[in-house]
């Protein structure tokens, strides 16, 4: 029985660029996909795509932009693309929601290999909080906030939906998926991936606070995304009151 490939969605206005991934993700088993831009990628027949490659700086507009765009309608995972290895990019590329960053010209075998390992990130963590969703009786849910994995959306108390990153998401989601337990920076870097440790020393702590920005009355004093100093961070799921 034959397994259906997963669809990588190529955004890139070199076309030797896009030519040569094409290839090479088809001789991996992906099926491929390549867009000169963003309006080429709107025409699309295949509207939605399990992956896509993205390069951050095309000729007339933002890769930034279609990261976003991305990252509100699709909720897919993002790896950004460079010929540029200044570290500010790399940090805006994740800001933008791209989950992981490789520059040209990349490895061949290390650039499939992180479509594997995203692919396999995003599909574990799904079943994971899948069986957390379980046992809690069929919904997440904490101070008036709640989670819908399918769709990867959150929602507050008046069912407005939270406007999050594709890595803000999944940051949420680790965190409730280990609630109670106290996380250090190096567990949440490894599982977010995207070599944060080598670029961006305090980005962790930079999504904590724009998280906390979103998910808490008072972030200036979390109830449920707490910090413990010099330990790490831990999601409070039900705080005594």
């Given at each position: 029985?034959?397994?259906?490939?997963?669809?990588?969605?190529?955004?890139?206005?070199?076309?030797?660029?896009?030519?040569t991934l094409s290839d090479l993700l088809q001789e991996n088993g992906f099926e491929s996909f390549a867009f000169s831009d963003s309006a080429s990628l709107l025409n699309s027949s295949h509207r939605c795509f399990d992956i896509y490659l993205?390069?951050?700086?095309?000729?007339?507009?933002?890769?930034?932009?279609?990261?976003?765009?991305?990252?509100?309608?699709?909720?897919?995972?993002?790896?950004?693309?460079?010929?540029?290895?200044?570290?500010?990019?790399?940090?805006?590329?994740?800001?933008?929601?791209?989950?992981?960053y490789i520059s040209k010209p990349f490895n061949s075998r290390e650039l499939i290999a992180r479509v594997r390992a995203l692919l396999r990130r995003c599909h574990n963590q799904s079943e994971l909080l899948q069986s957390v969703v379980a046992?809690?009786?069929?919904?997440?849910?904490?101070?008036?906030?709640?989670?819908?994995?399918?769709?990867?959306?959150?929602?507050?108390?008046?069912?407005?939906?939270?406007?999050?990153?594709?890595?803000?998401?999944?940051?949420?989601?680790?965190?409730?998926?280990?609630?109670?337990?106290?996380?250090?920076?190096?567990?949440?870097?490894?599982?977010?991936?995207?070599?944060?440790?080598?670029?961006?020393?305090?980005?962790?702590?930079?999504?904590?606070?724009?998280?906390?920005?979103?998910?808490?009355?008072?972030?200036?004093?979390?109830?449920?995304?707490?910090?413990?100093?010099?330990?790490?961070?831990?999601?409070?799921?039900?705080?005594?009151?």
């Open positions: 029985m034959s397994t259906k490939a997963q669809t990588v969605a190529i955004i890139d206005d070199d076309p030797l660029v896009r030519s993205v390069d951050l700086r095309l000729a007339n507009e933002s890769g930034l932009d279609i990261v976003r765009n991305i990252v509100v309608r699709h909720k897919a995972p993002v790896i950004m693309l460079s010929g540029y290895g200044d570290e500010i990019d790399k940090a805006i590329g994740l800001e933008a929601g791209a989950d992981d046992v809690e009786g069929g919904g997440v849910s904490f101070g008036g906030f709640t989670v819908d994995r399918g769709n990867r959306r959150v929602y507050n108390s008046l069912n407005k939906e939270v406007s999050l990153t594709n890595a803000e998401f999944r940051l949420l989601e680790y965190m409730l998926i280990n609630h109670d337990r106290i996380i250090d920076r190096g567990e949440l870097v490894d599982h977010l991936g995207g070599d944060l440790s080598q670029y961006v020393d305090r980005t962790i702590d930079v999504m904590i606070l724009r998280l906390r920005g979103k998910i808490e009355i008072s972030p200036s004093k979390p109830v449920h995304l707490q910090t413990r100093r010099g330990r790490g961070y831990v999601f409070v799921l039900n705080p005594q009151t």
